[in-house]
């Protein structure tokens, strides 16, 4: 079982940075494949940003790419999301996501994580 924790959202202004934290209890993270997804207001949920187990391999959808940066602190057991340049279509939910056993291929699916978190709102004005 692994247990997951967002914290970090807010309420920002457009251009700003804000940097989400992920904690993980329950298995070691540098093990773990931990993916970021978001869902705003009648929208499906849609993939951010993962970094997959046993690897500093990173992966973006192409609407964060150059803005966001996941990164893994093991000593921690965190997962972290700067991001920056925030534009008010980056306002959602955003949950951190965990699997021990995804394939590279299924990165991007929501259904294939078995661990979730609650949720961290964040909300950019124009």
């Known amino acids: 079982q692994v247990q997951l924790v967002e914290s970090g959202g807010g309420l920002v202004q457009a251009g700003a940075s804000l940097r989400l934290t992920c904690a993980a209890s329950g298995r070691t993270i540098s093990r773990t494949t931990v993916a970021w997804f978001r869902q705003a207001p009648g929208k499906e949920r849609e993939f951010v940003a993962a970094?997959?187990?046993?690897?500093?391999?990173?992966y973006y959808a192409d609407s964060v790419k150059g803005r966001f940066t996941i990164s893994r602190d093991v000593a921690q057991n965190t997962v972290g999301l700067q991001m920056n340049g925030l534009k008010p279509e980056d306002t959602a939910v955003y949950y951190c996501?965990?699997?021990?056993?995804?394939?590279?291929?299924?990165?991007?699916?929501?259904?294939?994580?078995?661990?979730w978190g609650q949720g961290t709102q964040v909300t950019v004005s124009s």
């Open positions: 996501a965990a699997d021990n056993g995804l394939i590279l291929g299924l990165l991007r699916v929501a259904d294939e994580y078995d661990y």
């Open positions: 970094i997959f187990r046993s690897a500093s391999n990173v």
